[in-house]
C-alpha cells in the first residue's frame, strides 16, 4: 500500500471540529495525520448568505495538503458537511490532477451518514423546502438551531451534554445553495449508514446511495448501529471504517 491519506473532517452543521477527538485519536494512534475543518457557518458572527464561505474553508485546509506538499487526502464528511465537502472537491482531486501531471489530491470521500446530493439540490430542496421540526429558526430566519439535540444526534452517546454544550447556531441561508458539482461523481467514496440515526433516517441515507449509484458514483456501503454521531459513540468502529477506505485491511 502506499503512503497513508491525510485525513481531512468536515463536520456538520451546528458541529465544531473538536467532536471528531475520539475518531481522530484512534486515526492518529494507527499513524494517520488528520486536520479539522471550522466550517465558517457555524457560530458566524454575521449569518451567512450562502455556503461558499464553507466550501472556502474546506479548500484552504485541503490545499496545502495537496499543492503543497502532494499528498493524498481522504475526506470525511458528516451530515451537512457532505453537501459542502463534495462541492469543496473540484479541481483538487486525484484523478484530474494526475491528468495534469500533478501529485496528490482528494482519493476518496468518506460519508459519515452524510448528504449525497445531486447538482442542482439543495438541503431544503432535499427537505421539500419544509424545515425540520426540531429546526428552531430565529425571526430573521437567517439562524438555525438544533430543538432536540440529544435525541437527534446523540441518542447512544454516553454523557452527550458536553457535546451539545459545544453546539453553535448555524447560518441557515446555507442550506438554500445548491449543489454545482458534486466530487462523488469522480472521486471513490465508502458511505458509512447509520441505523439508529434520528438526524437524518436511513431510509434517506439508502435513497441518496442509490441515487448515486445510479448516477455512477463508485459508492461502497458500510453499515453501523449506530446514532448520526458515530465518532463519538462507537470511535473504534468509525476509525476501521476510514482505515479500510483509506486501503488498509482492517
Known sequence: MSSKPVIVFVPGAWHVPET???????????GYETKGVQLASVGSPEPLRDFQPDVDAIQQVMRPFIEQQEKDVLLVVHSYGGIVGNEAVKGLDKASRERQGKKGGVSHIYF????????????MDALNQTPLPWFQINDAEDLVSPATPIETFYNDVDSP???????????????FSKVTDPGWKYVPSTYLLCERDEAIPPHAQRGMVEGAQKAGAEMKVETMDASHSPFMSMPGEMARSIRRAAGEAV
Not at 471528531?20 to 494507527?30: G, K, N, T, Y
Not at 459519515?112 to 438541503?123: I, K, M, Q, R, T
Not at 448555524?170 to 442550506?175: D, G, K, L, M, T
Open 161 to 175: 451534554e458536553r457535546y451539545v454544550a459545544m453546539l453553535k447556531p448555524h447560518s441557515y441561508r446555507a442550506f
Open 20 to 30: 471528531f477527538h475520539l475518531v481522530i485519536d484512534e486515526l492518529e494512534a494507527a
Open 112 to 123: 459519515c451518514c452524510a448528504f449525497a446530493l445531486p447538482e442542482g439540490v439543495s438541503l
